[in-house]
């Protein structure tokens, strides 16, 4: 079969290939500890599972119109309250999760031959997404020594003949969050070039210690005009399975976008739409948030020092999203059994096959010293693993 050329330079995401083998590992008996997931290991509150319900019992199984959705407003409504982003509801776009309102904005924004700038370690389908239109990934690297941030001067050397900027705070797979002020110069570097800035925002809610949240878009008043901000809701509600996420911008981009999507997928999900509603409207949201950030809090900071104390393995503490991204270079060229770990790919191989521990390879993210690990599950998984690793690594 000969498939399209723009789909043969696409790669599959690594981390749901890391995750499908170690649930089919465990379907056929092996205790693996999962360190992959991306998703929160917990139930969708119930009142957003309710709202759902009712909808689906009043009959809200129809076809949504593309601007028409009280949700639109709902996020506008956000927006200005949390944000300080002032956007009519015509500005905001409802997708089948942030993944798709990001791969949406690039099918509307990339021609073929466009560059765009991915600061790396990078969440693993920014590339692929930017291949896909046609567009050529350029990496700016900002290893461990500068904290996994980019600098201003970094987007200024080379924004030119550049399109767009991806920016991810906090981030998949670093668990950074830039401060306001970081931002402020990245914004103040961004408003000196023509660039046009992808702000993914989807971990904004979960973030830790004295870490303060902004919005891109809020840096400055010439901003709006040149962002689109991602969110969606899978992350800070638990609603990976729902498929709700959004982007808000520039009216002609996100009319643009909504071109795409009415050949593409119509709107997402009726009732799963009044789902965020809810989630977005009800004052049972902020304690819901608040309690499983708190314990997201709690585990960060305990796979953190765990990790640090391990022979060999260096880990900045995350202060956003729910991942660690500890390096572990310190260990390549070692050999287990047949194996000798020469990089991240084989190092997650190791753990995987001979100690039942899925982690991802930062290779995937564009940092091949470090792994990801994914503190969405329980403290005794987290503790059974890393006693593992331990093991592995003693
Ligand atoms: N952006 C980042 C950085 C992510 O990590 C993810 C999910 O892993 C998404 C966007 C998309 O999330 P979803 O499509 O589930 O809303």
Redesign the pocket.
């Known amino acids: 079969m000969k498939l399209s050329q723009r789909i043969n330079a696409v790669a599959p995401s690594a981390t749901i290939a890391i995750t499908a083998k170690a649930k089919q590992m465990q379907a056929d008996g092996a205790d693996v500890v999962s360190f992959g997931a991306?998703e929160p290991d917990f139930d969708t509150p119930q009142f957003i599972k309710d709202a759902a319900i009712e909808a689906l019992q009043a009959g809200d199984t129809k076809y949504i119109p593309h601007c028409g959705a009280a949700l639109n407003q709902a996020i506008a409504d956000k927006l200005a309250r949390e944000n300080g982003l002032h956007v009519t509801p015509q500005q905001v776009i409802v997708t089948f999760?942030?993944?798709?309102a990001?791969y949406a904005a690039c099918q509307a924004m990339i021609d073929p031959g466009d560059k765009v700038l991915i600061p790396a370690p990078y969440?693993t389908s920014y590339p692929e997404m930017v291949r896909l239109a046609g567009g050529e990934p350029v990496i700016l690297s900002a290893g461990r020594e500068q904290n996994f941030k980019i600098t201003p001067q970094q987007v200024l050397d080379a924004a030119k003949g550049a399109k767009i900027l991806i920016l991810?705070s906090p981030s998949?797979p670093t668990g950074m969050t830039y401060t306001p002020e970081e931002l402020s110069a990245i914004a103040e570097a961004v408003l000196q070039t023509d660039l046009m800035v992808f702000s993914?925002e989807?971990y904004e809610k979960l973030i830790y210690g004295e870490t303060r949240f902004v919005s891109f878009a809020s840096r400055d008043e010439k901003l709006p005009e040149r962002t689109v901000t991602f969110n969606?809701l899978?992350k800070t509600f638990s609603m990976?399975g729902w498929r709700i996420?959004w982007a808000a911008g520039p009216l002609d981009v996100i009319k643009a976008m909504g071109k795409l999507k009415s050949h593409e997928t119509t709107n997402p999900v009726s009732f799963a739409q009044a789902g965020a509603l809810a989630a977005y409207t009800s004052p049972a949201a902020a304690d819901a948030v608040e309690a499983m950030r708190e314990e997201f809090a709690r585990r960060g900071i305990h796979m953190t020092a765990r990790l640090n104390a391990i022979n060999g393995v260096e880990c900045v503490q995350p202060t956003g999203a729910f991942y660690c991204f500890p390096d572990i270079s310190a260990h390549f060229g070692r050999s287990f059994g047949e194996l000798e770990v020469t990089d991240s790919l084989t190092f997650a191989k190791v753990a995987l096959e001979q100690f039942d521990v899925a982690i991802v390879p930062g290779v995937a993210f564009g940092d091949d010293k470090c792994i990801r690990l994914s503190f969405a599950t329980s403290m005794e998984q987290i503790d059974k693993g890393l006693d593992r690793l331990e093991k592995m690594l003693g």
């Open positions: 991306g999760g942030g993944k798709h990001i969440w991810n998949n993914d989807i969606g899978a990976t996420g």
